[in-house]
């Protein structure tokens, strides 16, 4: 990746920064591009070689200084910069350059099992016309990808939206003590990563971790959870009556959010998927944090729910598509099966594939995803090697044999796309949900190629 920074960082600072020893004699004053793939670099670009499990960014320190590139590494031969660690030295950089924003009022991060990008796509649409705000974009959540959002906001950003994910612990500490988050949301403490982690009480020791680098605790979290609501500093959010210190409450169509028990926001709302309410309430905590006005919500809040693109709906030949393919967890997964027994449909069809890095806990909660469906769907067709577990828990619910379709291995792309579209009327209603290296999306082109859906 290339990236141009919002501003040049001076030399003098950067080596200051990274306590490197030698001083900047023969390079240029400053830097405006940072890249970590060699093959990008051009004359004056500071080349961070990143090392990986599988790669290491020192093999190519020759052809990035042959491009003319300022290099950084762990080496002490062939680099301009020596370091201990590249990876700390771009977090490190992220700091630097934070300190020079100098209109910034708030670093809002967001983390969570599940939502935090929807919650940070509409914190981002609700404040964007009051503020100016630079936020995450793409998948660039993890200590690599937020310094380097950091790196690219503008001179004048007022807000910094910085949606942080983890796969291990010690993760989001790393994030936060870089950051130093003035604000924190915690959309929930679910499942995801539960393999790697080893139980919940480990996933919620790791999501807390976020708050490390805050000088000032502030964190947003759902009301009821039993690892959040009694944070240092937590400010709690529910949907409907509760005594969370925000409320959510829905009337219809019709929306109003309080704080305490006083209204803030009011407003109408179509929304699509269960999960949006939730995120929302979220949303608008930070909104009310932030000083935005009611008319300003009013105004942006049907268009942000509306670009809201993790789940697709695609309505073609009378068939209702649910594309939410992107990623998967045990969370996410039953609240796209709640979403899909909403669609008023002749059937409800679900094809789901695997959710990954749940470890122990992969066949129990591949099973509580078999019960759901039992419950809310008239098909299931499965998809991976976990398959069998998805089957025994359907079935375990009521579900007949002659309602399951399971493929049991990932190479099997065109044997359950054809039984998928074989499957298939008028009047049905289709979702696709599974992690995102299982492989369905190549089931899903095949599907939306035979019904004519175009990318």
Do not use: W
Request: proline share 3%; charged share 25%.
């Amino acid at each position: 990746m290339r990236i141009k920074l919002g501003r040049p960082l001076m030399m003098s600072d950067i080596i200051n920064t990274l306590g490197i020893r030698g001083g900047a004699m023969g390079l240029p004053p400053e830097i405006s591009y940072i890249t970590t793939r060699s093959s990008l670099c051009e004359r004056g670009d500071l080349f961070i070689a990143l090392v990986g499990q599988r790669y290491d960014g020192g093999d190519f320190l020759t052809e990035a200084r042959a491009r003319g590139a300022v290099t950084l590494s762990e080496r002490c031969e062939n680099t301009d910069l020596t370091v201990r660690d590249s990876e700390e030295a771009l977090l490190k950089l992220s700091t630097l350059y934070i300190s020079r924003l100098t209109y910034l009022k708030e670093c809002v991060a967001i983390t969570g099992s599940v939502g935090k990008t929807t919650t940070r796509e509409l914190i981002h649409r609700l404040t964007e016309k009051s503020l100016r705000v630079h936020s995450t974009s793409g998948n660039l959540n993890n200590k690599i990808g937020v310094p380097l959002t950091v790196l690219t906001a503008p001179s004048d950003t007022e807000i910094l939206l910085l949606e942080a994910g983890m796969n291990r612990a010690g993760e989001l500490k790393c994030i936060s003590d870089a950051i130093h988050p003035t604000l924190s949301v915690i959309t929930n403490i679910g499942s995801s990563h539960i393999g790697c982690l080893g139980g919940a009480d480990m996933v919620a020791r790791a999501k807390l971790e976020i708050l490390s680098g805050m000088k000032k605790i502030r964190v947003i979290t759902p009301y009821g959870c039993k690892y959040t609501d009694e944070a240092e500093g937590a400010i709690t959010v529910s949907v409907g009556r509760s005594s969370a210190d925000y409320q959510l409450l829905a009337d219809g169509g019709k929306f109003s959010f309080l704080k305490g028990d006083a209204p803030i926001y009011s407003f109408s709302l179509d929304y699509f998927g269960e999960h949006i309410p939730y995120c929302l309430a979220h949303a608008l905590a930070v909104c009310d944090r932030l000083g935005i006005t009611n008319d300003s919500i009013r105004d942006a809040i049907q268009p942000a729910i509306t670009s809201l693109s993790r789940m697709k709906r695609i309505d073609i030949l009378g068939i209702t598509l649910l594309d939410d393919s992107y990623n998967a967890s045990p969370e996410s997964v039953k609240m796209a099966l709640r979403t899909l027994s909403l669609v008023n449909a002749k059937r409800h069809i679900a094809l789901l594939g695997d959710m990954l890095e749940l470890g122990a806990y992969t066949e129990e909660y591949h099973e509580q995803i078999g019960r759901e469906c039992a419950e809310r769907c008239d098909f299931l067709i499965t998809f991976g090697v976990f398959s069998e577990f998805i089957i025994k828990g359907a079935r375990s619910y009521g579900m007949r044999d002659e309602k399951i379709i399971g493929f049991n291995d990932y190479l099997k792309a065109n044997a359950c796309a054809e039984a998928v579209l074989g499957l298939l009327s008028p009047g049905d209603a289709l979702l696709i949900k599974a992690s995102h290296r299982t492989g369905l999306t190549d089931v899903l082109k095949i599907i939306k190629e035979r019904l004519g859906i175009g990318e």
